[in-house]
């Protein structure tokens, strides 16, 4: 099941528009669209599981997390807007946070966890 992070900067520089009129995170927010629709293509994304994540102070920069479905996932992304400072590093740690914890909580990382010396040293035994 692959998760995909979406990390929108949301600083009100953000609403800075281009020379079309269109606002920066506008931009963002269609990119975003586009490569959830491409991506809805491929059979393998059926267990997709999507993740929002913003500029804003944690605990509120997590729109969305990996439990929520697909509509509230586009729903939050339609209401993101454009307020309040630049804060990457702060952002990238919430991103990185999140999906650490969800690491956790579905045992993906699982190497070098559960494994008793006992066997190694059975094994050792063994040989000896």
């Known amino acids: 099941m692959p998760i995909l992070l979406f990390l929108i900067d949301t600083s009100a520089s953000m609403n800075q528009r281009t020379d079309l009129g269109t606002s920066y995170l506008d931009i963002a927010k269609g990119a975003v669209e586009l ?3 491409l991506r809805a293509r491929d059979p393998a994304s059926r267990g997709d599981r999507y993740m929002l994540v913003t500029y804003d102070e944690p605990p509120y ?10 509509a509230t996932f586009m729903t939050e992304l339609k209401n993101l ?5 630049t804060t990457l590093g702060q952002a990238l740690r919430s991103s990185f946070d999140l999906l650490n914890l969800n690491r956790l909580i579905s045992g993906i ?7 008793l010396p006992t066997h190694h ?3 050792y035994l063994k040989m000896g």
């Open 35 to 37: 490569f959830l629709k």
């Open 109 to 115: 990382d699982n190497y070098g966890q559960l494994q």
């Open 81 to 85: 807007q454009a307020t309040g400072l």
């Open 61 to 70: 920069c997590i729109k969305v997390g990996w439990k929520e479905n697909h």
């Open 121 to 123: 040293i059975i094994g």
